[in-house]
């Protein structure tokens, strides 16, 4: 069903082929765009276009409802239909074929940041607002494969004391999977640990000019045993299960922002720092 844009004057509709989606990095979006004018618009021209877009919002100070907002957009590609005045009574279809870059990040939704891609159709006039409409493309960027092979290993907070080991059957995933792995603690001393747990921790950090930001976000955690006494040269194994969320905060990397996930296995330890091993995951939004 199409969705229509402007006013009485002129108004724009947007009909996607697959509205739904999803759509895939390389895929041709096939959308119908009709315009439609009662009088004349005073029109210079029109133009439809795949479009991407970044937003970067930032508080101020700690606790203040004062915050920073950056915003950046680009035109991948783009037809350009008319550069001339619409008579009254003007009902003219158009179809358009927009290829999607074969490197396209995946939409993304936090508190801090947010972007995705559309298919915008803007109507410019002379001496009077743009008439425009926008419809959001369903965008999937699902695992290369470049790191669906088993691991193991990862890095170790206190090598000289304890051994750790993660062993994951792949690097990449998807959200909502449920990764099974394993841990492998081999003590190189005695000790006690109040609990045994793996948790995802997701790391972003902004980059544009004159607004940067990180921020680090501890996810839920699993708990695999509670308090624990490893014996030196004794080694140690759990398996496990960790639950991914299906948040719509996949890993990415573009100019303005960079996400990264890493699966920690931790030994904590009362009044001491936790013995920790990390293994970097790559997470995607579908297959």
């Given amino acids: 069903m199409p969705?229509?844009?402007?006013?009485?004057?002129?108004?724009?509709?947007?009909?996607?082929?697959?509205?739904?989606?999803?759509?895939?990095?390389?895929?041709?979006?096939?959308?119908?765009?009709?315009?439609?004018?009662?009088?004349?618009?005073?029109?210079?021209?029109?133009?439809?276009?795949?479009?991407?877009w970044e937003q970067c919002i930032q508080e101020d100070s700690e606790g203040s409802d004062t915050t920073r907002t950056a915003f950046s957009d680009f035109v991948v590609v783009e037809t350009l239909f008319l550069d001339r005045d619409l008579p009254p009574g003007t009902r003219q279809p158009y179809e358009v074929a927009l290829r999607i870059p074969e490197d396209a990040f995946p939409p993304y939704h936090t508190s801090s940041i947010r972007s995705g891609w559309s298919v915008r159709a803007v109507l410019e006039r002379n001496l009077k607002k743009d008439v425009e409409g926008e419809v959001m493309l369903p965008l999937v960027v699902p695992p290369p494969g470049l790191k669906a092979r088993p691991v193991e290993g990862g890095a170790v907070s206190h090598p000289q004391e304890?051994?750790?080991?993660?062993?994951?059957?792949?690097?990449?995933?998807?959200?909502?999977d449920r990764v099974e792995g394993k841990l492998t603690v081999i003590p190189r001393k005695s000790f006690e640990a109040g609990e045994v747990r793996v948790q995802l921790i997701r790391h972003e950090k902004v980059h544009m000019p004159r607004f940067k930001s990180s921020s680090t976000n501890w996810l839920d955690r699993v708990s695999l045993a509670g308090k624990t006494r490893f014996q030196q040269g004794q080694m140690v194994e759990w398996t496990f299960e960790y639950p991914l969320p299906a948040t719509g905060c996949p890993t990415r990397q573009t100019e303005a922002t960079t996400v990264a996930y890493c699966l920690r296995a931790s030994l904590g330890r009362r009044f001491k720092k936790d013995y920790t091993a990390e293994v970097e995951i790559d997470l995607y939004n579908g297959r």
């Fill in 162 to 176: 304890v051994e750790m080991h993660i062993w994951l059957p792949s690097l990449e995933w998807v959200e909502g």
């Fill in 3 to 52: 969705i229509s844009f402007g006013e009485p004057a002129a108004k724009v509709s947007l009909d996607l082929d697959r509205p739904e989606g999803p759509y895939y990095p390389g895929d041709e979006v096939q959308a119908k765009v009709l315009l439609e004018s009662e009088k004349g618009t005073g029109a210079k021209r029109f133009r439809v276009g795949l479009w991407a």
